[in-house]
């Protein structure tokens, strides 16, 4: 027969239940309304409290990776400006012509960034024609084209410094007084968005479309325009036409 069980009250705990009771409960990782197409929430400690992303298992922000990438690759061209290799001391007047035009490109950005517009009166035109000018001058005087691609390095490596703390300096200065970006005069941007704004323009396509192509352009032209004016020599004695 089978064993019949006494009725219990109402509320009252029996062995089976006691022993839920005392069973320890398991932690989940997991929110209680998880399902398994949902985000891990787990996921949410990736992300800083700005919304910025983190590495998983190093506890860095990807700002941080790239803000050590810049200072790295700063240091790398100050370092190149202040102890220069021997393929860059070769002519003194190159680096002297670099160093001066590094300081008129300076000089440009500061008025282009007071005058209001960075993109219409600086990016396009004052590199090229500043870097064609330089390096075609310093090859025309040394007659060498070796002499005018210094000068382009020199330039390139001093003028992008030099922009770029001028880039940083004038971005500060307009965001307190205007809440604006340097660039575009956006005002709904945070002013860190200038440094993203500099990297790009001042070390990346400023060089790669203004300093560096038409530098070497102006070189050759450097190097070869004394050539070119210079006046044909006359024979000092005249020909007899042939019989």
């Not at 590495?55 to 370092?79: E, H, K, Q, S, T």
């Not at 009166?121 to 084209?145: D, H, Y």
């Not at 500060?172 to 575009?184: F, K, N, P, T």
């Amino acid at each position: 027969m089978p064993r019949c069980t006494p009725p219990t009250r109402r509320g009252a705990s029996t062995p089976s239940t006691r022993r839920r009771l005392w069973r320890p409960r398991r932690r989940s990782s997991r929110s209680p309304g998880f399902r398994a197409g949902d985000a891990d929430p787990l996921d949410h400690a990736a992300h800083d409290l700005d919304g910025q992303r983190r590495i998983p298992g190093r506890g860095l922000r990807a700002a941080d990776v790239y803000a050590v990438i810049l200072a790295a690759f700063l240091a790398c061209c100050l370092w190149l400006v202040l102890a220069p290799p021997r393929a860059l001391t070769t002519s003194r007047l190159a680096r002297r012509t670099g160093l001066a035009t590094a300081v008129l490109l300076g000089v440009c950005f500061v008025w282009a960034a007071r005058s209001g517009d960075v993109m219409a009166t600086f990016v396009f035109l004052p590199p090229v024609a500043i870097s064609f000018l330089g390096s075609a001058v310093a090859a025309a005087v040394r007659r060498s084209f070796r002499a005018g691609v210094q000068t382009t390095v020199w330039t390139t490596l001093t003028g992008t410094l030099l922009v770029f703390s001028c880039w940083l300096v004038e971005a500060v200065r307009l965001y307190r007084a205007e809440g604006a970006l340097l660039l575009d005069g956006e005002t709904l941007y945070p002013v860190g968005a200038n440094v993203t704004d500099a990297v790009f323009w001042v070390l990346v396509f400023v060089p790669a479309w203004g300093l560096l192509p038409f530098g070497v352009m102006g070189a050759a032209v450097g190097s070869r325009l004394p050539r070119l004016l210079r006046p044909a020599r006359r024979c000092p004695w005249p020909l007899k036409p042939a019989r």
